[in-house]
Structure formats: C-alpha cells, structure tokens
C-alpha cells in the first residue's frame, strides 16, 4: 500500500498556510540501525532547521514550531518498511507521511508546505501483482518498489487435486501425455477464477512468471489478459525474492514507460480536441479557474512568478527589474490548484515536454 494518498496531500495543500511552517523530508537507510540512524538525521534536520527560523523569524515566532518540531521527532514511531520520512509542521498543522521510495533530502522554511516531493514520491511509487506458475504449483505476489509479498488468496497453491479429481472421474486414459494437458487446463483455469477476484480488490498489472510452456497455456486461456503485461519465461518455482525481483524489474521499466507514452499520447488527443492548456501562464489560468483534469509537468520544472492584474494571470519574475516576484514556484501553485479541485498529477522526464514548453494542463471542459 502506498503511504502517500491524495487526503494526504489534500491536507497538506489545503492548510491554512500560517507562518513559520518546516518541511522536512528525509531518505533513511533501512539496512543500518534504522531508530539510532534515522534519529540522528532527524536531529541534525531539526538543527538545522531551528537555525533557519531564528535567522528569518523572531524566537517568540519561531520557538513554538520548534519545540512542536522537536516535540514530534522525539515521539515518533518509525515504519521499518519504509524509505523516506517527510515531516510537516506550522502554528497549526502537524504531519508526519511515510514514504515508499527514496528522495532528496530538502528542509524547507516557508508559508507553505513542500508537497511537489510527495505528489513525485507518489507518482514514482507503484504496485503490481506477480503470478509464479508452475507444473504443479502456483503463488501470488504483491510488489512496490523494493519488496515483495506473498499474498493469502484461494488460488490452488496444488496441481494435486486436479489430478485427484480426474483420476476419480475417468480409471484409465490411454494416453498420459493427454491426461496431463486436461490436468494442466484445470489448474489454471482455476487460477485465473482466483487471479479475477484479486484483480477486482487490487486492480494492478499483472506479470506472469513460468517456463515457456506454462506460461503460453495460461496466456491462451486467460479470462484477464488486459490486466496482464508481461509473460516472464523462466522456472521460478525456487526462486527467491530478490530473485525474482531483479528478473522482473526489466519488464516493470518497459511498463512505465509505456504508461508515460500513454500520458503522451493523451496530450496530444487533448490538443486535437481544443482541452490543452500549454505553457505556464495558460496552465495557471486554467487551473485558477478550476478547469484542471490532469496537469503534465516535467519533474525539474520550476517557475518563480509574480502576480498580474487579476488571480489568473502571472508574469515571469526574470522580466522585473528589481527581484519583486512574490510567487516563488508557479509550478508548485499549480499542482495545489489541481489537486484541490480534483484532478491528477503526471510527472515526465526533463525536456520531454518540450513542445508543451515544460507543462501541460487536460482541461475538464
């Protein structure tokens, strides 16, 4: 289960942005002493932080939200399964998210929270359903990032009582080879019955794990071979899980990447249509008037703004002649629009947005 939701964010975005706030957001090495090591980055943060409020805020400001700070980190109880930490606090907001991937470490001391990191955390962090089929057995995985895990489901871990059952139901088959091939159908038609219910729980991609053979039986068969990505040829009956994971994270790289020329291709059906916002001020316009369905941004793109003649309208700081812009990351403003009034995020590689010039809004309407 990812840690970071959309409520989440949500909350974040939607706080009432009072002065002082702190965004921490941490990276943590689960094979170290996780409580000792990550208490240590927590504390030279928290240092560090406490410097940063008393250089732009006075201390009867400043030292509330570091006593809360403190406060916080002093009782906190660490998730072991997880990679990052990201922690939020203001005069009236505490929050502590979890994270599911590494990231770079930020601190940050500003009216508002650094939420671009959790909603990238959360558009990198993915879940998938690994099916290990074999002659005789079978097993579902649920996996992210970095780990597996076996999941408690009805799928026939057994060929066994498939061949039970045929054996009580016809004495002799003349031809074993044949006896075998109704034996193999059964069994994974059963799993596929099994593989249909997960799928109406988790709705994940699947990738199939198994020889050539089996693979291709199940392939012909299969009531759910939308929800399939991959067909990973190999005997994986004893294998491990890191195992499995380093054979797999090939074909979960080329799904990723088939999701992001999707994203892609939805742009450019959007513009066919007269429903794409493109560059920065018309993407800032459109979602002030909460016209957003879906904003496509590359990761690294920034926009320091100043604020035009009405709410929907910014001007590039770089063209004032003194520093007087006042919105630090247009960008960032953007994803809080969006998220609040609905829509989704979609992160894409540096320059690959170049004909959108860097961002690029769906519009509802």
């Known amino acids: ?24 957001i941490l990276t943590f090495d689960t094979k170290m002493g996780l409580t000792k090591e990550l208490r240590h980055l927590l504390k030279t943060a928290t240092d560090k932080a406490e410097k940063k409020l008393l250089e732009n805020y006075a201390p009867d400001r400043s030292l509330p939200v570091i006593q809360k700070l403190r406060s916080m980190i002093n009782n906190l109880k660490f ?81 066994n009582a498939f061949k039970n059952d045929i054996a009580e139901k ?11 091939e109704i034996v193999m159908e059964k069994f994974l038609r059963s799993v596929d019955t099994s593989l249909e219910k997960i799928l109406h729980e988790y709705k994940l991609p699947v990738f199939v794990l198994g020889t050539e053979r089996i693979a291709g039986h199940f392939k012909h068969l299969t009531k759910n071979s939308t929800a399939v990505k991959s067909y990973v040829h190999g005997n994986f009956a004893e294998s491990n899980h890191e195992h499995i994971i380093k054979v797999v994270a090939p074909y979960i790289t080329a799904w990723q990447k088939e999701k992001q020329k999707a994203v892609l291709n939805l742009l450019q059906e959007a513009s ?52 007087a812009g006042n919105i ?17 995020i979609e992160f894409a590689e540096k320059d690959s947005l170049k004909e959108y010039r860097h961002i690029a809004l769906v519009k509802f309407y």
């Open 1 to 24: 289960m990812n840690t970071v939701n959309k409520d989440e964010i949500l909350e974040l975005t939607s706080a009432v942005h009072y002065r002082p706030s702190v965004s921490i």
């Open 79 to 159: 998730d072991k399964s997880k990679k990052s930490i990201a922690i939020f606090v203001s005069p009236i907001l505490e929050k502590v998210i979890y994270l599911d991937i590494p990231v770079e470490e930020k601190i940050t001391i500003d009216e508002s929270f650094e939420v671009r990191d959790l909603i990238y955390a959360k558009a990198l962090s993915y879940r998938y359903l690994l099916l290990v089929l074999s002659i005789n057995e079978s097993s579902i995985f649920l996996g992210n990032n970095h780990s597996i895990e076996k999941l408690d489901s009805d799928m026939p871990q057994s060929a």
């Open 170 to 180: 016809v004495a002799n088959f003349s031809d074993t080879a044949e006896r075998k």
């Open 272 to 323: 066919g249509k007269k429903k794409l916002a493109e560059g920065i001020r018309d993407v800032w316009e459109e979602a002030s008037n909460h016209n957003g369905r879906l904003l496509v941004v590359e990761k690294n793109y920034t926009f320091a703004a100043y604020q035009g003649s009405s709410a929907t309208v910014i001007g590039n700081a770089a063209d004032l002649s003194v520093n």
């Open 328 to 344: 630090k990351d247009a960008v960032d403003g953007i994803i809080e629009m969006v998220l609040a009034n609905g829509g989704e």
